[in-house]
């Protein structure tokens, strides 16, 4: 069974520009996060989904960051503009969720994006 | 207080060894409890999950927990080279949904 599918796996940009980054779950996982990063810390959720329902967002800082996942299935992660501090490694994980009251989490292999 | 706290390490055992590394949480009512393995440039990978006070244990990893005490462990029996990385604890509050991580302990193991 294939993982979680994360691409790019590194992006580079300038400040001020935009950015997206692609994720497809584990087949039949109905729960999708994308989490954010730092090194020497833990992951921090920006975003959670049941299915193409966004149910838990607080953390996304809305003003640049926006995520979408059509169909309940794959999901986009953008930011624009991007900042700085901005530059971290950004997870997505997928967990069978709700429907099945699991809640493991798989993890692709992640974009690192460097902001210059 | 931070909602899940480890040290940060790093431990060093010699091979062979039983490497225990610990976790605490504050919201009582939690109700999920999991230990993630990070290799360093790696994504985190899923190796233990408990959801009952006690013991579970799965090869040579085994996961404690205990609720009154708010205290989660791992145990590593026979602790190999391979088994060095950063070990995260992650807890489900109440409803289950939201995952919490901790910052994650830095283990080495010493050949």
């Known amino acids: 069974e294939a993982g979680v599918v994360q691409s790019p796996r590194y992006k580079i940009i300038e400040k001020k520009q935009p950015v997206a980054f692609w994720c497809n779950p584990i087949s039949g996982h109905n729960t999708l996060y994308w989490y954010l990063q730092n090194l020497g810390q833990g992951p921090e959720l920006l975003i959670r989904y049941e299915n193409e329902e966004a149910v838990d967002d607080s953390q996304l800082p809305k003003d640049r960051f926006s995520a979408e996942r059509l169909k309940g299935v794959d999901s986009t992660l953008k930011i624009q503009p991007a900042e700085l501090g901005d530059s971290a490694v950004y997870l997505c994980?997928?967990?069978?969720?709700?429907?099945?009251?699991?809640?493991?989490?798989?993890f692709g292999p992640g974009t690192r994006l460097t902001v210059t | 207080q931070k909602e899940v706290e480890q040290n940060s390490g790093p431990l060093s055992v010699p091979e062979g060894a039983i490497a225990s590394l610990n976790c605490t949480y504050s919201d009582r009512g939690s109700q999920s409890f999991f230990w993630y393995r990070q290799y360093s440039g790696k994504s985190p990978e899923l190796i233990m999950f408990?959801?009952?006070?006690g013991d579970k244990e799965d090869g040579r990893f085994i996961a404690q927990l205990n609720k009154a005490s708010q205290y989660v462990s791992l145990l590593i029996r026979d602790s190999q080279p391979s088994d060095s990385a950063t070990y995260l604890c992650a807890v489900n509050p109440p409803g289950g949904f939201k995952t919490i991580f901790g910052a994650g302990t830095r283990l080495f193991v010493k050949a």
């Open positions: 408990i959801y009952s006070n």
């Open positions: 994980a997928s967990s069978p969720g709700l429907a099945e009251s699991s809640y493991e989490q798989y």
